[in-house]
């Protein structure tokens, strides 16, 4: 079955520079890739849902990219600022009507 | 936007008895789904339930795990006879189409506590 990794599981920047999380799976036929925002306490927040022809996604403040190829995916936080401290998650779908998490990474970013 | 609630937000029981975990769907959401997130851990699938039937189901999910949607009302989760190894937050979530492409909505968990 499909297998999600993601790296790093803790990151620490600091307020304005870049933060880089990145996703690969192994299921060649994943074609949905998301995205999810959980802050302390919370439960996940949608960030972005990309379908596979899409290669560079742009959002408030992120962008997601993905590379098929080389069955990757990342999410780039362009400027990070003390509010996008949370845990973050991809997840990738495919024929399967199941969606697979990644293991999540820990954003701090300090001010 | 829409909300999943998720009752009661906390749950502890004792080893062996029976538990429920009740989610409030999006109104007109067909699909609904049980997570299992252990601390500090990924989120793990547990179940998709579909037009009254469970469609999929993952490892976790063990015999001692059921769901239901009665009538419409609360989907829920019972574990019967519940185990240490059950303490997590159980999260719920729903989405209109399916699971492959819709957003999914999640709810805001119920930490369940075994001793």
């Known amino acids: 079955g499909e297998q999600v990794e993601q790296r790093p599981p803790h990151l620490s920047v600091r307020e304005g520079d870049s933060a880089v999380i990145t996703c690969t799976y192994t299921d060649p036929n994943s074609y949905y890739f998301f995205w999810y925002k959980q802050e302390p306490g919370a439960s996940l927040q949608l960030l972005m849902k990309?379908?596979?022809?899409?290669e560079i996604n742009e959002g408030q403040g992120f962008t997601v990219l993905l590379n098929k190829k080389d069955k990757r995916l990342s999410l780039n936080l362009t400027a990070a600022h003390p509010g996008d401290s949370a845990a973050y998650f991809c997840a990738v779908s495919g024929v399967n009507n199941r969606i697979f998490f990644g293991d999540g990474t820990q954003l701090v970013v300090k001010p | 936007g829409p909300k999943v609630l998720q009752i009661p937000s906390h749950q502890i029981i004792d080893m062996g008895q029976m538990v429920t975990l009740n989610c409030d769907p999006v109104?007109?959401?067909?699909?609904f789904y049980w997570y299992k997130q252990i601390l500090g851990q990924q989120m793990e699938f547990l179940v998709n339930?579909?037009?009254?039937?469970?469609?999929?189901k993952s490892k976790l999910f063990k015999d001692q795990f059921s769901v239901e949607r009665p009538d419409g009302s609360y989907f829920t989760l019972k574990i019967q006879p519940t185990a240490l190894e059950d303490s997590a937050v159980y999260f719920c979530?729903?989405?209109?189409?399916?699971?492959?492409?819709?957003?999914?909505?999640f709810g805001p968990g119920t930490r369940l506590t075994v001793l």
């Open positions: 109104s007109n959401h067909l699909y």
């Open positions: 339930f579909y037009n009254g039937k469970v469609m999929e």
């Open positions: 990309v379908f596979s022809s899409t």
């Open positions: 979530a729903s989405s209109l189409g399916d699971p492959n492409y819709a957003e999914q909505f």
